[in-house]
């Protein structure tokens, strides 16, 4: 399996055969941490003069038809650089007229063609030459992305960005394999079922992996020839441009795929209410989930696909190497700065090993190395914006007022941008908010449990289902918390562990339907039952 193995730049366990991109983050890592013997605040100092990116921002306007063109009220918002909160540029603002153009393009593209008309190899080739164009233009593409959302470069550049590549390649791949059965039916017919793409497809997206989300969600709609109007974040409207830029160039039609930039409640929200659309896919908060649900059922009953928020545990049980589950739970929680939906944000540690692990988790964190994303060897960029800045900094607060332990961190870094400790608390109790609620930040939480009923228990007391970690040498313990816990996923020995065919999505309120992988393809597929006499005559 050529999976991108996130987890293994933690725990060495990676092969060179799987990515060499990855391979040499881990060591760009871990010998920047041994030379520099950086502590957590020296390089706050470093903060206040910011790297300048060496990429230019060639596209700011809405996407629509195939053309770079204004919003239709003139309107612009700015994007920021997380790392100041100074402007990076100001992009055209869509509102609900944008989306009614937008679609009307999508769906003129479906109605008429060539888009679903093509052959699926012409599709899939179309598909497999945007890869062929990110992967050319993959340094540009991840300095835009550090320079719009915080994350460190060498993250993007060696991650991030060749699973977009890797992700176009896959669903290219599909384009041309999916079709229906023949159907045994009991009676003198010949059955058979065509599968159809759904029509236009709405895609409402978020900021803490703008362009991993756009992969998951315009590769399996493309692959299965659906056209397609994707409203991104406000606070990353940059990078879907560039990229969907490279997609009309390696011969995408007009019209097949239009990124409107824009605000949730008046954008998104058109999108999502929109009656010529006929498929919503979401990538977000709950609340919002709810929002869009509510509105995709009020106008024209459309498919939707939500994966949302999540509190996944990460559970260490007493026979655990120690010193590789504090690596792999550290990663687990603050990875993209915390801002992962599936972070394992409360971590589980048996009785037995507790004080250890708290003593090791806090020497760890104490040792992130927190700096300009655009460094080398920085693990840990700023948070996206004030608004996730305050929230993190108000649930520290809560932690330390609800009675958990601060271990370490629990303040901000510099006097600019977002930038936030690594934060550690031990003592933390299930019913305190830290242990609860989904704070989206680098504050990690260890709660103390004794035997492993009660901790699938606790586990599961949760009304999210995204994903666990379970940390084990035991087979049969972790056959019994892989069956167990009520999850779309569990990384056994791993923590984020992510491939373009491995399904992802969530149980109860993380959401429904599946991203990646085969599943995805349900997302965007109709099926028709097509029966006719074998016999004309048998039939009359
Ligand atoms: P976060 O709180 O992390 O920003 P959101 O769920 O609010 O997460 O945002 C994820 C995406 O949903 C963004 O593209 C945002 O603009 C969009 N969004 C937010 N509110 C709405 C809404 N009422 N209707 C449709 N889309 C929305």
């Known amino acids: 399996m050529t999976s991108l193995r996130l987890s293994s730049l933690l725990s060495g366990s990676f092969s060179a055969a799987s990515s060499t991109a990855a391979t040499s983050l881990f060591s760009l890592g871990r010998n920047s941490n041994r030379g520099r013997g950086v502590s957590r605040f020296s390089t706050a100092a470093a903060l206040e003069v910011p790297i300048t990116p060496s990429v230019q921002i060639n596209h700011t306007k809405l996407l629509i038809n195939g053309q770079f063109v204004d919003s239709a009220s003139g309107k612009t918002f700015p994007t920021l650089d997380p790392r100041t909160g100074d402007v990076i540029a100001h992009v055209s603002e869509g509102d609900a007229e944008d989306i009614n153009r937008a679609v009307a393009a999508a769906r003129k593209a479906f109605d008429e063609g060539p888009w679903p008309k093509m052959t699926a190899y012409e599709r899939s080739r179309i598909i497999s030459r945007f890869a062929d164009l990110i992967e050319k233009h993959n340094d540009e593409i991840a300095a835009l992305e550090t320079w719009d959302n915080g994350k460190p470069y060498e993250q993007a550049a060696k991650i991030e960005v060749p699973m977009l590549t890797r992700l176009m390649r896959y669903y290219a791949g599909w384009a041309d394999k999916i079709h229906g059965l023949t159907v045994p039916a009991d009676g003198p017919y010949h059955v058979q079922t065509l599968h159809e793409p759904i029509g236009v497809a709405g895609q409402i997206i978020p900021w803490n992996f703008p362009l991993l989300m756009y992969a998951w969600k315009v590769g399996p709609a493309l692959a299965c020839a659906n056209t397609v109007v994707m409203k991104t974040a406000e606070q990353t409207p940059l990078s879907a441009l560039y990229v969907s830029n490279l997609l009309h160039e390696a011969g995408l039609p007009p019209g097949v795929l239009n990124v409107v930039s824009g605000y949730g409640p008046t954008a998104g929200a058109a999108l999502a209410s929109h009656m010529d659309v006929e498929k919503i896919a979401f990538t977000g908060s709950t609340e919002t989930g709810k ?34 589950a504090v690596e792999l739970a550290h990663f687990a929680l603050f990875f993209n700065q915390g801002q992962c939906c599936c972070a394992g944000s409360r971590t589980f540690v048996h009785e037995r090993v507790y004080d250890e692990f708290v003593e090791k988790a806090k020497a760890r964190a104490m040792k992130r190395v927190i700096g300009d994303p655009f460094k080398s060897g920085v693990e840990q960029g700023p948070q996206i914006d004030s608004e996730q800045f305050e929230k993190i900094l108000k649930y520290i607060r809560s932690g330390i007022e609800s009675g958990a332990t601060l271990e370490t961190g629990g303040e901000r870094v510099g006097t600019k941008g977002f930038y936030i400790q690594p934060t550690v608390f ?15 930040g680098p504050v990690q939480s260890i709660l103390k449990f004794k035997n492993l009923d009660e901790v699938i228990k606790r586990a599961n007391t949760s009304p999210y289902g995204l994903a666990a970690g379970v940390f084990t040498k035991d087979i049969g313990t972790a056959n019994n918390l892989m069956r167990a816990l009520r999850v779309g996923t569990v990384w056994i020995n791993c923590f984020d562990t992510f491939d373009a065919a491995i399904p992802f999505g969530g149980y109860k309120m993380s959401g429904h339907g599946r991203e990646k992988g085969i599943y995805s393809l349900n997302n965007y597929l109709q099926v028709k039952a097509v029966v006719s006499p074998v016999d004309n005559a048998a039939w009359l």
Not at 305 to 315: D, Q, R, V
Not at 426 to 440: C, H, L, P, R, W
């Open 291 to 324: 929002i869009i649900s509510e509105l995709a059922a009020k106008s024209n009953l459309k498919p939707v696909t939500l994966e949302l928020g999540g509190k996944s545990a990460f559970i260490v049980c007493e026979d655990a190497d120690i010193d590789q």
């Open 426 to 440: 031990s003592n933390v109790q299930d019913g305190m908010k830290i242990a609860t609620e989904e704070i989206f």
